[in-house]
Each structure stands twice: as C-alpha cells, then as structure tokens.
C-alpha cells in the first residue's frame, strides 16, 4: 500500500518562512512528478508548484519568487521551502504524486492528508 505523509505546517506570521515536507512510501517502483496543492473551504484545490523526476519545476503566478519545490529522488520525498508568507496563503496544502506500485505498469495519482498553513500576525 502507497501513502503520502505531509509535515511542517503551521501558524507563521506575516513575513515568516515554513518548509513542507512530503514523503511517499510503500511497495513503489518508481514516483514520478511530484507537486503542492492548496485548497480553502469551499474552493478549488489549485496548483502550488510541481517538480519532475528530472527536476524540471512550476509554479503557480502567485508564489512564483516566494516558493521553491525540490525533491530527493532517493528518499521519495518532496519539499516546498515558503518564504515571504502572506495572510492569502493560508491553506490546507495537499502533497500529491504519480507513483508507479508493484503490481502496475502505469502510475496512479495519489494524496496525502493535507497539512494547515495558517499566515496571522
């Protein structure tokens, strides 16, 4: 069985720094790309940022300059590094991955539980 496992929320001010971490584990052949989402009540679950096996990012306009995503292949795990915070990113921010279990030859997309980053002075 696969899961991803989020860490590093919480409340921060205005200004302040957090780093999210999100780690898959299981019975995994491989993981593909690797990403962030955010949602608030009653709204869409939207894109953070993304990384590819290979490294290649994006990120949403809003958090472009602000975030950086990165991974360690090794490890399974996917960072989101987030600076200058703002009161608009408080959210419950998602991990999400394209892994690739034993017993499959194309990957499935999977969630972890989501973790809340509160932004208030």
């Known amino acids: 069985q696969v899961q991803l496992v989020e860490s590093g929320g919480g409340l921060v001010q205005p200004g302040g720094s957090l780093r999210l971490s999100c780690a898959a584990s299981?019975?995994?052949?491989?993981?593909?790309?690797m990403g962030w989402y955010r949602q608030s009540p009653g709204k869409t679950r939207d894109l953070v940022a993304t990384?590819?096996?290979?490294?290649?990012?994006a990120y949403a306009d809003s958090v472009e300059g602000r975030f950086t995503i990165s991974r360690d292949n090794a490890k399974n795990t996917v960072y989101l590094q987030m600076n200058s915070l703002e009161t608009g990113d408080t959210d419950v921010y998602y991990c999400?991955?394209?892994?690739?279990?034993?017993?499959?030859?194309?990957?499935?997309?999977?969630w972890g539980p989501g973790t809340q980053v509160t932004v208030s002075s």
């Open positions: 999400n991955a394209e892994i690739t279990p034993y017993g499959l030859v194309y990957g499935v997309n999977y």
């Open positions: 299981g019975s995994i052949i491989s993981v593909n790309t």
């Open positions: 990384i590819s096996r290979g490294g290649r990012t």
